[in-house]
């Protein structure tokens, strides 16, 4: 095509446009209120920046500078008018001290029906200490609240961020798309109730790398409807392992498959990789599950299916589980068991484990040969695998 000299111009100008990212907007939650000093409340502030950030055109940057910001219960919900939302992060973010200020709302930190947005860097205190006491003194306590929760959103990234002592969950992904999380690391006490690391559910494709994990409970759980789930380079301890489920809480339940958890290691944990499903009906499922190169170094249950799974005996004593598990590879997994079975399958009388797969596995209990149990699973075993397996 031939352009007028006018109209050449303009065509390479709209390409010159096309082609150079928008200037970003950047929002600084000081210039809009907020103090670094840790007490005094700045949640009206970040509402602020973020409300900005959500109703620019432009790509924008929500700026925390150094020092510490306390924040009561603050909800970052979209849709927005751009897909490209930084909350760039240097100090650190401290909720309540006082538990009965979050009490039983749930959740601390929440993003809900976004697309594009990622945090990037600085610490996330939850100050969950005064209601694990709580809980452990028998007295009647609230819930408490997750730290950091995006539910109905896309394409989330989440790059060194550090969460402190949550009250609960530290991080959940519920009901998201293309979420990836690298460079996390979690921390709290290894008696700290209900704390599991980063959890996800009713979700697909979802990583999560080179991350460093302890707290009370679960390092990572993966809940109903997790769909092609990517887990490298994590190191879990203290805590309760790399844990599939609870499945099967309910009869109508969105199963789990294609999740690959690779070069991991788990250090003085209740369990290492772990499938546990409710011993009640259930149309739930957990497919196509591998597990490789792990490292075990003192761990309670290094490889564990517990299809009876029935805290405190209600709801389900005596009943199968409907929960159907199939094609789990254990392939390289190495080290030391805490306790003399460190390969146990105690799978469902009325939905036995198939297809599991046992390949160069090498567990011991205090320098000697460690020992397999088996209950209603089938499956093959490769190349060297101690404790001898019982499939």
Avoid at 154 to 166: E, F, K, Y
Avoid at 173 to 188: H, I, L
Wanted: aromatic share 6%.
């Amino acid at each position: 095509m031939v352009y007028p000299k006018s109209s050449l111009v303009l065509a390479l100008l709209s390409m010159f446009i096309s082609i150079v990212p928008a200037t970003s907007m950047t929002y600084n939650v000081v210039s809009l209120g907020a103090k670094a000093d840790g007490k005094t409340d700045s949640t009206q502030a970040f509402v602020s920046a973020w409300t900005k950030a959500c109703a620019s055109v432009k790509p924008a940057v929500i700026y925390v500078p150094a020092g510490r910001f306390y924040l009561r219960q603050v909800v970052f919900s979209g849709p927005c008018k751009n897909n490209a939302i930084i909350m760039r992060i240097v100090g650190t973010l401290a909720a309540p001290s006082d538990y009965r200020v979050l009490g039983n709302t749930g959740k601390w930190l929440a993003f809900q029906y976004v697309d594009g947005v990622t945090i990037s860097g600085g610490v996330l205190d939850g100050q969950g200490t005064g209601l694990w006491a709580c809980k452990a003194s028998g007295n009647s306590c609230p819930s408490g609240a997750t730290t950091l929760e995006f539910s109905i959103s896309n394409n989330i990234a989440v790059h060194g961020l550090t969460s402190l002592n949550s009250q609960m969950f530290h991080i959940v992904v519920n009901g998201c798309n293309n979420v990836k999380m690298q460079g996390v690391r979690v921390t709290a006490a290894g008696n700290s109730p209900n704390s599991d690391g980063i959890h996800v559910q009713l979700s697909s494709s979802i990583s999560i790398l080179n991350s460093k994990i302890g707290t009370g409970d679960d390092c990572i759980s993966i809940g109903p409807g997790t769909t092609n789930l990517w887990i490298e380079n994590v190191a879990c301890g203290p805590g309760h392992g790399i844990s599939i489920g609870s499945l099967g809480k309910d009869q109508q339940e969105a199963g789990v498959q294609n999740v690959t958890v690779k070069t991991v290691t788990f250090t003085n944990t209740q369990n290492g990789l772990r499938i546990k499903s409710w011993g009640r009906p259930s149309n739930g499922f957990a497919k196509d599950i591998l597990f490789q190169h792990a490292v075990m170094t003192n761990v309670q249950n290094p490889i564990l299916i517990d299809q009876n799974y029935c805290p405190g005996n209600k709801g389900c004593p005596g009943q199968a589980s409907g929960v159907k598990i199939s094609g789990v590879t254990y392939q390289d997994i190495h080290g030391t068991s805490a306790t003399e079975v460190a390969v146990k399958f105690d799978c469902s009388p009325g939905n036995p484990c198939s297809r599991i797969r046992l390949e160069d596995v090498k567990l011991t209990y205090k320098n000697q040969v460690a020992q397999a149990s088996c209950s209603h699973a089938a499956g093959t075993s490769t190349g060297f695998v101690q404790p001898t397996s019982c499939l």
